[in-house]
């Protein structure tokens, strides 16, 4: 019998809100005969920011409390209760460990700056006497497994994806068990609302291009109805630089981006799809996009800081201008061009832009305006529901000519608007709401 099987562990929970293959949780579980589990909405990450937005805003945060709700549900299933703090961690943790007699603290492993401060703190405040165990839970291919230190990463996507594509596997699904249920224990920590965060509420808007809700159960319908209800999987390829509808793109970015759902098991489906129906470009392209996720985290877990800081990785000299009448204009959808302003509206009223988008919005912004790269990031990290800090800012790295784009290459969006919105149906869907 473990040592720890006599303590109760606590799951402390980060970006992996789910219950399926969560090897964290699963961690816990084998080593303790109970386990609770804490959530905390940290206020840090709902201040504003020195450019004026709070640095979350309110399509995640109602993204982010409809998951822990059902986070919730799922674990009172495995008999695990699930306490929830609007507190910072390191103070809400204390707490429970004080008040449950808890040694054991199970947690995903972070590696950008803020949460390392935050862990840093916690194991400032927590009892010498904790020990810790962490897990990299959001790669699809694990640290472990490719052969190759974090300082080896390769500079280019390709030669990075040829190498773990061919070399190396995925790890197969987490099962997970039951733990013991903790008799007399009392859980009256409420899921705060969108007006506790310091949001009015607001309705999901008509011209949605994401109208799904968070959490795990919606997360694995939405896959079910993608894959196998529709078999869209099978023409992702094609339709992927869509604008319009829900349709054109997979859309479990956003319950990628907060663990709803985990990359392993989005790949063993693809796989589950094509043993089932057929194999084609499309449903490989989807595990390329997961690939070139996973490339995004290693770049960051490569580079700390750098992918935060002006020049990027590549620690470029641009002279990057701070026009805040310029920014504003791009935040509102009132540049020179229509097919950003179109993409920027449908971000600011949704939470969501089409990958096609961003990248014109991005290059716009750094290439065309000139602009930090940084304040775009940021806004981005503020309005989008799927926001990813490693996507995020590799992305804008990459489009800016920082980061891994060999070729630094300038968007032309009215060529760009002409291929991808050749009738105008994208424009006129968010431009004509300027008008009343």
């Given amino acids: 019998m473990q040592e720890t099987e006599n303590d109760i562990g606590i799951v402390w929970f980060r970006n992996d809100l789910r219950v399926q293959d969560n090897t964290v949780l699963e961690s816990a579980i084998s080593n303790h005969k109970s ?3 804490c959530y905390c909405f940290d206020p840090r990450t709902f201040e504003n920011t020195p450019f004026g937005f709070k640095k979350t805003g309110k399509y995640r945060a109602k993204f982010l409390i409809e998951s822990v709700k059902d986070l919730r549900s799922n674990l009172k299933k495995l008999h695990i209760e699930l306490f929830v703090f609007v507190d910072k961690p390191e103070i809400a943790l204390q707490q429970l460990v004080t008040t449950h007699h808890c040694h054991h603290v199970y947690y995903q492993e972070e590696w950008t700056s803020e949460e390392r401060t935050v862990l ?21 291919f694990h640290p472990n497994d490719i052969g190759m230190p974090p300082s080896e990463i390769p500079k280019v996507f390709t030669q990075f994806r040829k190498t773990v594509e061919s070399k190396f596997n995925v790890r197969p699904i987490q099962k997970i068990h039951v733990a ?7 859980n009256t920590t409420p899921i705060p609302s969108l007006a506790d965060l310091g949001f009015s509420e607001f309705e999901t808007h008509p011209n949605t291009a994401f109208p799904f809700k968070g959490g795990e159960s919606a997360a694995f319908e939405r896959l ?34 907060n663990g709803s759902i985990s990359a392993r098991t989005i790949y063993w ?9 057929f194999k084609n470009d499309s449903t490989y392209w989807l595990i390329f996009e997961l690939i070139w996720r996973d490339y995004f985290k290693y770049i960051a877990l490569k580079h700390g800081t750098a992918i935060f800081q002006k020049g990027g990785i590549l620690k470029k000299d641009y002279h990057w201008k701070s026009d805040s009448e310029a920014i504003a204009k791009w935040m509102e959808g009132r540049t020179a061009s229509e097919f950003v302003n179109a993409n920027m509206l449908e971000l600011k009223k949704t939470g969501w832009m089409s990958n096609r988008g961003r990248q014109n919005v991005a290059s716009y912004f750094s290439k065309e305006l000139l602009l930090d790269w940084r304040i775009g990031a940021a806004y981005f990290e503020s309005l989008l529901i799927d926001y990813d800090v490693h996507s995020n800012y590799g992305n804008w790295m990459y489009i800016s000519g920082v980061g891994n784009d060999p070729r630094d290459r300038k968007f032309n969006v009215e060529r760009q608007a002409q291929r991808y919105d050749p009738n105008g ?3 006129r869907l968010w431009l004509q709401e300027t008008l009343f």
């Fill in 224 to 257: 079910n109805q993608y894959f196998f209800d529709s078999k869209k999987l099978g023409v992702y390829k094609k339709t992927r630089n869509g604008l319009v509808g829900t349709d054109y793109s997979s859309k479990l970015s956003a319950w990628l981006a």
């Fill in 120 to 140: 840093k703190r916690i194991k400032d405040t927590l009892p010498d006497s904790i020990h810790y165990h962490s897990n990299y839970d959001q790669f699809l």
């Fill in 180 to 186: 013991d249920k903790i008799k007399h224990l009392i």
């Fill in 269 to 277: 489906e693809v796989r589950q799809f094509e043993q089932e129906h």
């Fill in 425 to 427: 149906n994208f424009q």
């Fill in 35 to 37: 386990v609770i589990a």
